[in-house]
């Protein structure tokens, strides 16, 4: 069983900073790509960052210019460090990572979620 185990959520005024963490754990093979998605009330969960295994990123253009993705695949960890945050940042921030096993077959695993929330 693989688990996903978010971290680093909190509470902060807008212009401050958090780092987000998130470990993978259990039979796991190999990870391709991981990511994070975020969801608030009343709107649709959108990705936010996502990077391969070769370090290549991407991001939604909200915050292209203020978030980093990073990962540590020795760890198994995908990072999100989040700066200049604003109130529209607050969401529930969810980790992803798709998976092989030694027979190549794709999983996706989730974590639970770890709130965010920015004060104005």
């Known amino acids: 069983q693989v688990q996903l185990v978010e971290s680093g959520g909190g509470l902060v005024q807008a212009g401050g900073s958090l780092r987000l963490s998130c470990a993978a754990s259990?039979?796991?093979?190999?990870?391709?790509?991981m990511g994070w998605y975020r969801q608030a009330p009343g709107k649709q969960r959108e990705l936010v960052a996502a990077?391969?295994?070769?370090?290549?990123?991407n991001y939604v253009d909200s915050v292209k210019d203020r978030f980093t993705i990073s990962r540590d695949n020795a760890k198994n960890t995908v990072y999100l460090q989040m700066n200049s945050l604003k109130p529209e940042d607050t969401a529930v921030y969810y980790c992803?990572?798709?998976?092989?096993?030694?027979?190549?077959?794709?999983?996706?695993?989730w974590g639970q979620g770890t709130q965010v929330t920015v004060s104005s």
């Open positions: 990077i391969t295994s070769g370090g290549s990123t």
């Open positions: 992803n990572a798709e998976t092989r096993t030694r027979l190549g077959i794709r999983n996706d695993y």
């Open positions: 259990g039979g796991i093979f190999r990870i391709d790509a």
